[in-house]
């Protein structure tokens, strides 16, 4: 069992940045790929980025390719989401999530544990 609990959403204007953090307690974080998705209000939720166990391969959705970047330290148990240019469309809750088999995917089914989401809202 692992337990994620994810940090940093707000309020910020177009064109700001952000930093999400998902620190992660219980197993041993690093044998975990580890992803993020969002979900807009009245939308379903959806594949956001991804990173494999040691931070070596990433993956984005094409909405925020060259936008955001996905991070990890494995010392500190913690996944990252740096989104710089933030669209009022970005708008939503993200949500980090563990996948215990070490295998990044873009499907939310196949991950195994997730986080309580964080609240991310972009004024226009």
């Known amino acids: 069992q692992v337990q994620l609990v994810e940090s940093g959403g707000g309020l910020v204007q177009a064109g700001g940045s952000l930093r999400l953090s998902c620190a992660a307690s219980?197993?041993?974080?690093?044998?975990?790929?580890m992803a993020w998705f969002r979900q807009a209000p009245g939308k379903e939720r959806e594949f956001v980025a991804t990173?494999?166990?040691?931070?070596?391969?990433?993956n984005y959705a094409d909405s925020v390719k060259g936008r955001f970047t996905i991070s990890r330290d494995n010392a500190k148990d913690t996944v990252y989401l740096l989104m710089n240019s933030l669209q009022p469309e970005d708008t939503a809750v993200y949500y980090c999530?563990?996948?215990?088999?070490?295998?990044?995917?873009?499907?939310?089914?196949?991950?195994?544990?997730w986080g309580q989401g964080t609240q991310v809202t972009v004024s226009s």
């Open positions: 990173i494999s166990r040691s931070g070596g391969r990433t």
């Open positions: 219980g197993r041993t974080f690093s044998t975990y790929a």
């Open positions: 999530a563990a996948e215990y088999l070490g295998r990044p995917s873009r499907w939310s089914n196949e991950y195994h544990y």
